[in-house]
Nanobody, 123 residues
Framework: QVQLVESGGELVQAGGSLRLSCAASGLTSSNYAVAWFRQAPGKERDFVAAISWSGRSTVYADSVKGRFTIARDNAKNTGYLQMNSLKPEDTAVYYC????????????????WGQGTQVTVPS
C-alpha cells in the first residue's frame, strides 16, 4: 500500500522560507514523478511544481517560479519543496502526489496523495 506523508508546514512570516518534505513508502515502481499541489480555503487545488524520476526535468507554476524549488532523493524515497520569499498568497494546504511515468500538471493524473500540510503566511 502506497503512503505519502508530508511534513514541514507551519506559520512563517512574509519573506521567510520553508522546506516541505514528502516521504513515500510502498512504491513498487521506480519510474514515478512527484508533484506538489496546494489548496487555499474556498479555492480549487492548484498545481505548484513537479519533478521527473531522474530529477532532470522540473516544472513550476508561474506564481512560484524563481521562489520555489522542487527536489527529490530517490535513495530516501522523499520529495522536497523548498519555498523562499513566501507571500501571504502562498497560504494553503500543500499536498504531494505521485504518479507512474512522467510529470503532469493535472491533479487527476496522480494516483497517490498525501494528507497535506498547512502553510500559513500572515499578511
Amino acid at each position: 500500500q502506497v503512503q505519502l506523508v508530508e511534513s514541514g508546514g507551519e506559520l512563517v512570516q512574509a519573506g521567510g522560507s520553508l522546506r516541505l518534505s514528502c516521504a513515500a513508502s510502498g512504491l513498487t515502481s521506480s519510474n514515478y514523478a512527484v508533484a506538489w499541489f496546494r489548496q487555499a480555503p474556498g479555492k480549487e487545488r492548484d498545481f505548484v511544481a513537479a519533478i521527473s524520476w531522474s530529477g532532470r526535468s522540473t516544472v513550476y507554476a508561474d506564481s512560484v517560479k524563481g521562489r520555489f524549488t522542487i527536489a527529490r532523493d530517490n535513495a530516501k524515497n522523499t520529495g522536497y519543496l523548498q519555498m523562499n520569499s513566501l507571500k501571504p498568497e502562498d497560504t494553503a494546504v500543500y499536498y504531494c502526489a505521485v504518479r507512474n511515468g512522467f510529470w503532469s500538471r493535472q491533479s487527476t493524473s496522480y494516483e497517490y496523495w498525501g494528507q497535506g500540510t498547512q502553510v500559513t503566511v500572515p499578511s
